[in-house]
Structures are given as structure tokens and as C-alpha cells.
């Protein structure tokens, strides 16, 4: 099975900036759409940005003009960079694909997730 292997995570101060990594580790599956997610505690997990194999990118109204998405299909690894964190970005990311290999079928895995928290 596909797997995904996240880092880049860790504590930063309002208004710095992390990078976040997220690696698929099966070269034999087509990785389509991928995206990164967060959840915070007693809430569901949401949509933060996403990216299909052509580039084309979505954001989250909240992180418009300070997140951006990027990936390089030559290594299977899709990158965030976080620009202007604030508080309110603290929570769990999760790095999330949709793969595909004929005769197997779809796949939807899931990163281990990883801990952004900013401080004020």
C-alpha cells in the first residue's frame, strides 16, 4: 500500500514561517489529488489546500495569501509553505492522497499527521 511520510512540523512564533514535507513512498501507484488537511481538538478535520498532477491549486479562505501548495511528481512529495503563521493556524496537519494503480483500484491514505503550533 501507498504510504505517506510527513515533516516540518514544530513551534514557531506568530508572523514566522514553516515548510512542510509530505512523501509518498509507492512509486507502482498514480498519485492524483493531494492535499493537506488540520484538525484541531473537538473539531472535524478540514481542508486546508489541495493539488491535483497538473498544479492546479484550492486554498482554505483562512490561509489564502499566506499558504501555498506545491509538489514534484518526479519524487512523489507534495510541500506547504507557511507564511505570516498565527495562532489560530495551530493543529494537527495531515497530508492526504488519492491513488490509483490499474486492476487495484483507488486508494485514500493518510499522513501520521504532524504539529504545527504558534505561539502569540
Known amino acids: 500500500q501507498v504510504q505517506l511520510v510527513e515533516s516540518g512540523g514544530g513551534l514557531v512564533q506568530a508572523g514566522g514561517s514553516l515548510r512542510l514535507s509530505c512523501t509518498a513512498s509507492?512509486?507502482?501507484?498514480?498519485?492524483?489529488?493531494m492535499a493537506w488537511y488540520r484538525q484541531t481538538p473537538g473539531n472535524q478535520r478540514e481542508l486546508v489546500a489541495e493539488?491535483?498532477?497538473?498544479?492546479?491549486?484550492d486554498y482554505a479562505d483562512s490561509v489564502k495569501e499566506r499558504f501555498s501548495i506545491s509538489r514534484d511528481n518526479a519524487k512523489n512529495t507534495m510541500y506547504l509553505q507557511m507564511n505570516n503563521l498565527k495562532p489560530e493556524d495551530t493543529a494537527v496537519y495531515y497530508c492526504h492522497a488519492e491513488a490509483f494503480k490499474r486492476y487495484f483500484g483507488d486508494l485514500k491514505v493518510w499522513g501520521q499527521g504532524t504539529l504545527v503550533t504558534v505561539s502569540s
Open positions: 493539488i491535483n498532477r497538473l498544479g492546479n491549486r
Open positions: 509507492r512509486t507502482d501507484f498514480q498519485i492524483n489529488t
